[in-house]
Structures are given as structure tokens and as C-alpha cells.
């Protein structure tokens, strides 16, 4: 790949323009669900989006949100492990999916999320909100004010465990947000989430197995990890998923599937499509000139611009085209000048892909410039506003 830059002037805001030679784009992923959301979470790209803001039935995805709720607890200290919590009757008379809990039972924390993420439990669950919050339905409160500050704006959770209920919604992206949460924030806890088979007490034999389709499959190159799977009549089958190929992680979000087989067959053609259709390039590297903003009044005429951090980005495989890319700031800056001022932005512009930003930082300091210097740079400024277009001055 390839970087060359074309210059163009404005005053007020400037925009430099910056070329990128790079192999795009890969042919597009029609998938069969309803929803989508696809994410490079190496490069922090989309991938993939279909309805992915559309708050939608989760059915048992919902409960990411549940066990996020319960981690947040273990790191505050609120719980730990070895915590015990009482199971009430409504919790032992939920049906669909549960780990077996009875009233007399009294499970330990650990046990609570083996059962959530593993058996998919709807009893653990109702379990886990009682004990955090009294009941259910304040915790499902709770649940809601939460997603909000993380940014996932449109969850509304009315339970705990994703049982169907006509105002329990959450979109793809919403899902995609506490699935990052959840691998980036609690590292000593994720590993569960790959974890295949958990029987309480002995009992949960015949739902003792994980569900997650990619947890049993041996791909030469990638491997799931996580996270959750989710089905009822009103939701379809769904899945939120995540994977690793060396130094890469894709997290992605589908429902609206006809079968179990069908979500199997979509969650695994969707992996291998982000790894193998993608390839990540190095377009700057950390502290290289990628353009440069003139400086008004200043020792210099002129400032390079560098990225903080080495730029990466996916681009899709096996067709040549143009990505473009701009440098925007807005300038002349004014003298004195600070090494390592964030003062611009390069937008790079991926067809098919959204835009990423990176801010770039000013190169080496530059002070202001002597007095003769400084009248020199005014009169030709003057100069050039009033007498530059061939005018005469009145």
C-alpha cells in the first residue's frame, strides 16, 4: 500500500487530501437474518451491518446484560464467588431453559454464571436478579438504566433471562456493546464463556451442554470463544458470537433465524467471511509526517503531522481499488505551537466500510518568530488578501 498527498488550501478549516493505494473491495456477505452486526475489534471496523439498530426480541441473548450486571458486583466487591444466594419459587418454576434449582438449594455465585452462560438458565437468572436487587423487576430497571450510560440505547429490559415479553427489545449493535464490555472489562471472567458443559448438583443432564454452534467447531485458523445463543417462536434463532484468528477478535450479533441448523451454518459462514475476505494493513506508522499544516506567525512556516499510534485498517481483499483519505484541520494554527498537539484528523474513506478517524498530533514545537520575521509574514498576508487578485486598494 501506498500513501501520497494532495494539497488543497483553505482558510478556516483545511482539508488535505491523502491517497491510499489498497486492496478492496471483497465481495459482500448477504446473510439470511434479519438483523446483523459484524465487528473487527482489532481495527475497530464494521463489518457488516443490516438493521442493527432496530430494537428486536433478544430472547436469551438479553442475558449478556445479566451476567454483565453480576460481574460489575464481583469487581465492586458487592459479591464474590463463594456468595451464596436463596432460590425463591418463582426461580424453581421457571420453564425453558434452567439448570434444575430448587427452593432448598442454595448456589454459589459461580455456579449462577456456569448456569446463565453454559445451561442458558432462565432460573439462575431470576436467581441472580432477587439477589442483587430484591426482584426481578427492579433489577430489570436497573438492567435498562445501565445499558443507557454504556451507550446501548436501544435496549429496554423488562426481565432477566429473556423471557418473551412484548416490551423486553435489543438491537444487534446494543448486544455487539456489552459483548465488548464484557471481553474487554473482565478478563478473569470471560474464559467461562467457553467453557462446553456444566451439570448442577448432577441434575442438568440433558441441558448440560452449551449451545453456541462455534465452540464445537476445529477451524485450522480461528476458534470461538463465546458468547451466547438465544431462540424463541417470536425471535427466531439468534447468536452473538465471538472468535480469534492470531491477533485479530470479531464479535457479531445475528437473529431472525428458521432453525438451529440455520444459525449454525450462518454463524460460521459469517466468521469465515470477517477473517478471510479481510486483510489488515499498516497505512502510518507511529511519529511518521503525514501531512503538513502551515503555521501562521511562527519560527516555521509549517508543522508535520503524525499519528500518535501505528494506523491500521481492514480493507477488503482480492479487488484493486482507491481508498481515499483527508487530513482536516482547521488553520492556519497560531504560533507558539506544542509538540504533540492534537490538531487534526484523518478521515480514511473505505468503500463499503464506515469511515475511521484517527487524530494526528504536531511533529516538533514551533515557536513564534522574531519580531522582523513576524512584520515580514503580516505585510505579505496583507498583501496577499487585498492586493493578491490584481485589485488596487482604495
Known amino acids: 500500500m501506498t500513501l501520497t498527498l494532495r494539497k488543497r488550501c483553505f482558510h478556516l478549516g483545511r482539508t488535505l487530501s491523502v491517497w491510499l493505494l489498497a486492496s478492496l473491495p471483497a465481495q459482500s456477505f448477504e446473510t439470511r437474518a434479519t438483523a446483523a452486526w459484524v465487528y473487527d475489534v482489532t481495527t475497530h471496523t464494521v463489518l457488516m451491518d443490516k438493521n442493527s439498530d432496530v430494537p428486536l426480541p433478544p430472547a436469551s441473548m438479553s442475558k449478556l446484560m445479566t451476567i454483565n450486571m453480576l460481574f460489575e458486583a464481583l469487581r465492586d466487591g458487592r459479591v464474590a464467588m463463594e456468595t451464596t444466594f436463596s432460590v425463591s419459587a418463582k426461580a424453581a418454576a421457571m420453564g425453558g ?193 503525514m501531512a503538513e499544516a502551515e503555521v501562521f506567525l511562527g519560527s516555521a512556516d509549517t508543522v508535520g503531522l503524525v499519528p500518535e499510534h501505528d494506523v491500521t485498517l481492514l480493507v477488503p481483499a482480492l479487488v484493486q481499488e482507491t481508498v481515499t483519505a483527508e487530513v482536516i484541520y482547521k488553520g492556519p494554527l497560531i504560533a507558539p505551537v506544542a509538540a504533540g498537539t492534537p490538531v487534526a484528523e484523518l478521515v480514511i474513506h473505505v468503500p463499503g466500510l464506515p469511515d475511521r478517524r484517527v487524530p494526528l498530533i504536531t511533529e516538533a514545537d514551533v515557536s513564534k518568530a522574531g519580531f522582523g520575521r513576524r512584520l515580514t509574514t503580516a505585510a505579505q498576508s496583507l498583501w496577499t488578501r487585498y492586493l493578491g487578485d490584481g485589485t488596487t486598494a482604495s
Open 97 to 289: 431453559s434452567t439448570m434444575f434449582l430448587q427452593e432448598s438449594d442454595r448456589p454459589t455465585v459461580q455456579d449462577l454464571i456456569h448456569g446463565m452462560i453454559i445451561n442458558s438458565g432462565n432460573d439462575a437468572c431470576v436467581v441472580v436478579a432477587e439477589g442483587l436487587a430484591g426482584t426481578e423487576a427492579a433489577f430489570a430497571d436497573q438492567m435498562t438504566e445501565r445499558a443507557r450510560a454504556l451507550g446501548m440505547t436501544g435496549s429496554v429490559l423488562k426481565n432477566a433471562s429473556g423471557w418473551p415479553d412484548p416490551e423486553h427489545k435489543m438491537t444487534m449493535r446494543d448486544l455487539g456493546i456489552v459483548s465488548l464490555r464484557l471481553i474487554a472489562e473482565f478478563p478473569e471472567y470471560y474464559p467461562i464463556f467457553g467453557e462446553t458443559t456444566f451439570n448442577y448438583k448432577d441434575r442438568a443432564a440433558a441441558n448440560a451442554n452449551n449451545r453456541n454452534p462455534l465452540l464445537k467447531i476445529g477451524a485450522a485458523d480461528w476458534r470461538a470463544d463465546g458468547l451466547k445463543t438465544g431462540h424463541t417462536q417470536e425471535a427466531g434463532f439468534g447468536l452473538v458470537g465471538s472468535a480469534v484468528m492470531g491477533n485479530r477478535r470479531v464479535i457479531f450479533g445475528i437473529t431472525g433465524l428458521d432453525s438451529e441448523k440455520a444459525r449454525a451454518e450462518e454463524s460460521e459462514a459469517i466468521a469465515n467471511w470477517a477473517f478471510r475476505q479481510f486483510v489488515e494493513k499498516t497505512v502510518g506508522k507511529s511519529g511518521a509526517r
